[in-house]
Every structure is written in structure tokens, then in C-alpha cells.
């Protein structure tokens, strides 16, 4: 499965770097990120672009599933 | 989910505007219930780093708003410990933000609020704003980063409320050393209770919603996600309804006055007013956040937030001892050619940062 990962990054760069690997990789993606900030924003991205978003927490982390 | 995400957000907003018209009533300086940089600028008066008389306070909302920002960041398990991802450059942004907003006379919460006064030089500054962010949304898609933050220990994450407890203990001690205002607007403030509760209040509900002036519009031009914008537009709402009341209630007959000429704390210079929020504009984008962002993530555990917040009160310090701030009567000429240097320093930032892979 294609994976990113955008820990350590502030928003909106976590949702712009989705993005970018939606177009490039497609579905479906997981992304990595280390805060409820950026978990929320591309949540909410990933939803208003018609795709199905899951995610979990990952020890401090959390891993979102998009397809 | 998204529902109930937007509730929080426009209650919030709702909430954050009528807290700062409350604010006014109680003895704020007026269509300043909130002002980020103002309030920072007259902490930087109040502890002595510049020496205008009419603008030093250590303000209790600045205190409020870390400190609620942490209670809140704590009960929901989100107060982490993040740092590092280019300080020096956050800390000349936070500086660059505060040379624009103190040409306009407001940070973009202020903005909204003067707005919501009937002030329409906002208007002006909300074009340039706009325009600001946008331009940094192009530095953004071209692969603008300030690169990664990395886990710190708990210290560091702790360091801005406790600088802002020794505040609050400096404020209620009020020791000689201190500097407060006899007249102007550092003289004008609510009692400390009210204004510390205040910014408790605004400082949580900011840390939940990520309310962010600068985000509305950039995520709004990026990705068509109008969430955070609707925070912005129920302060403004709020704020407009609120001031109609005290209007035509009697209370406050000047609370709402339509014009450009004769508004608080504010000038009619509509060229540098665009310029100045420009400015505020291109650089809060870069630090990914607006003052009151930058100001809410400082209290939630994130030190490179805190560094664009100790840039923004050095920044207010070199303005006022450099002559930079505008007043009432307009912008100073070492103000303008500040404000020039900001965009030109910034703009050098984001080409310096651009990830030539992602472009």
C-alpha cells in the first residue's frame, strides 16, 4: 500500500502532501501524522473529496487509511 | 462528525465575539476586546522593552489565552511537545508580523472585530490580507516548509505558560519596576478577573476549534474547506450584532459608527493599511497560523509557536523604539520602509524554503 508520512510537518503542509500523493499514488494511501491537528484537517480533506477515510492511533501517532 | 465539528466552530466563533464586545463594555480600548499584537505590544511596554507611554499593560487576556489553551490542550489529550522546525525563521516571521500589524493597528482577530465596528478601513486591510495569504498559498504549492518538528521534553512544551504565570504574577504584584499606562489605550482595560477569564474562556475554545484567522482563508483558496472561514465570519457576526445592540440600546451610541474617518485606534491610510496586512498575511501563512493561533498552539506544547511569539513581542519592542507603529493621526515614513523590508525579507523566506522535489 502506498504510504506518506507527515509527522513532524504543521498544517497545512500534512494536507497539502495528501493531496499531492493522492494524485501521484492514488488509493489506497496511508498517511502518517503526529498530532489530532493535521489527523482532523485531512480527514476532512480527504472526505470532501468523496474519499472514505479510517484511522487509528499509533503509539503517539495516528495512521489514516484513505480509499 | 462534521457536523458536529462545524457546531463547535461557528458556537465558538459566536462566543469569541461576544466575549470581545464584553470586553470593550468592561474597559477595553474600543473594537479591542481582542487584539494579539496589540496585547503583546503592550506587554513588551509593560515590562519595559519600549518605552511608549500610552501602550504598556500586561494584558491578562494574553495570559488567559495560553493558559486556557493548555487546560484544554491537556483534558483532550493533546498537549504534545513538538519543536524545532526552523526557529530563527519563526522567530523573524513573528517579528515581520508584528511590524505589519502594528502599521494597520490590529491583528487579523482585530481586523474582524474593527470590522464588526463599522471600521471600514478593515475592509481595506482584509483585501490586503487576503492578498497576502494568497500569495503565501503560492509559496505553499510551490513546496514552501519550514521542515519537521521533533518531539522535545516536557520543559520546553511548559515554557510559555510558565512564562505567562510569572506574567500573571507580575501584573497582580505590580511591582515599580513595571510600566503602566496613565492614558491612551494601555491605560484602558477591564479588571483583571474579567479579562483573565476571558482569555481562559477564548484560549479553550480556540485550542478545540483551531479557530484561525489566517487558516480560514487559506484552506478556503487551497482546498475549498470553508470550516475554519466560518469561525471567522461567526466572530464577525457577533461582534456586528453585538455593537448594533449597545447602539441602538443606548448603552454605547458610538459601539458601531460606519466610516472610515474617526474610528479607535485606527488610521485612514488605505495604502499602507493594505500593505500592512499583506505583510501579516504572507508571513502568518508561512508560520501556519495566524497571532491568535500561534498564541493558542504556544500553550498547547508547541515551542516553534512559541518562538514566533517571543519574534512578535520583539518585534512590538523594535517598533515603538524605532518609531515603526502607526497612531491615530497615520503611519510613520520609518514604518513604510519597514513594512517594504518585511515583505522583501519574507518573500526572500519563502523562496529560500521552497522543497525544489515537491515543486
Known amino acids: 500500500m502506498n504510504q506518506i508520512d507527515a509527522r513532524g510537518f504543521s498544517c497545512p503542509e500534512p494536507v497539502l502532501m495528501t493531496k ?48 | 462528525m462534521k457536523s458536529k465539528e462545524r457546531l463547535w466552530m461557528i458556537g465558538a466563533g459566536l462566543a469569541v465575539g461576544v466575549i470581545a464586545v464584553v470586553l470593550v463594555v468592561l474597559g477595553n480600548p474600543a473594537n479591542m476586546g481582542f487584539c494579539i499584537a496589540c496585547f503583546l505590544r503592550d506587554i513588551a511596554g509593560g515590562v519595559g522593552l519600549h518605552r511608549a507611554g500610552v501602550v504598556q499593560y500586561i494584558r491578562p487576556e494574553i495570559i488567559g489565552l495560553v493558559l486556557g489553551a493548555m487546560v484544554m490542550a491537556l483534558a483532550g489529550r493533546e498537549f504534545q511537545v513538538r519543536g524545532g522546525s526552523s526557529p530563527v525563521i519563526r522567530f523573524v516571521l513573528g517579528f515581520c508580523v508584528m511590524v505589519g500589524a502594528l502599521m494597520f493597528l490590529g491583528c487579523p482577530l482585530r481586523m474582524v472585530l474593527r470590522l464588526g465596528g463599522g471600521d471600514l478601513n478593515a475592509l481595506v486591510g482584509l483585501v490586503g490580507f487576503a492578498l497576502g495569504i494568497f500569495a503565501g498559498t503560492l509559496f505553499l504549492k510551490k513546496g514552501f516548509s519550514l521542515k519537521k518538528s521533533q518531539p522535545q521534553s516536557k520543559v520546553e ?13 507580575l501584573v497582580l504584584a505590580a511591582p515599580a519596576f513595571l510600566f503602566f499606562s496613565s492614558e491612551g489605550p494601555g491605560s484602558q482595560h477591564a479588571p483583571i478577573v474579567a479579562a483573565l477569564a476571558a482569555g481562559l474562556i477564548v484560549g479553550a475554545l480556540a485550542q478545540k476549534t483551531r479557530l484561525c484567522m489566517v487558516g480560514g482563508i487559506r484552506d478556503a483558496l487551497l482546498f475549498k474547506d470553508f470550516h475554519l472561514l466560518t469561525g471567522f465570519i461567526a466572530i464577525f457576526v457577533a461582534v456586528l450584532a453585538g455593537n448594533l445592540i449597545l447602539k441602538f440600546s443606548g448603552v454605547n451610541p458610538a459601539a458601531f459608527t460606519l466610516s472610515f474617518a474617526g474610528q479607535s485606534v485606527a488610521h485612514t491610510d488605505g495604502l499602507w493599511n493594505f500593505l500592512g496586512m499583506t505583510l501579516v498575511g504572507l508571513a502568518s501563512v508561512m508560520l501556519g497560523g495566524c497571532p491568535l493561533r500561534q498564541l493558542i498552539l504556544s500553550g498547547s506544547g508547541n515551542s516553534d509557536s512559541t518562538v514566533a511569539v517571543l519574534g512578535m513581542v520583539v518585534g512590538a519592542a523594535f517598533c515603538h523604539n524605532f518609531g515603526l507603529a502607526s497612531s491615530g493621526t497615520g503611519p510613520t515614513f520609518n514604518g513604510q520602509v519597514a513594512v517594504v523590508i518585511g515583505l522583501v525579507v519574507v518573500a526572500a523566506i519563502g523562496v529560500g524554503n521552497l522543497n525544489r522535489k515537491a515543486a
Open chain 2, 157 to 169: 512544551g511548559y515554557a510559555m505558560p510558565a512564562i505567562t504565570v510569572a506574567l500573571l504574577v
Open chain 1, 20 to 67: 499531492k500523493a493522492l494524485q501521484d499514488l492514488g488509493k489506497p494511501l496511508t498517511v502518517l501524522v503526529d498530532s489530532p491537528t493535521p489527523l482532523q484537517n485531512i480527514t476532512r480533506f480527504a472526505r470532501n473529496a468523496g474519499h472514505k477515510v479510517d484511522s487509528r492511533p499509533l503509539g503517539d501517532d495516528f495512521e489514516l487509511v484513505i480509499s
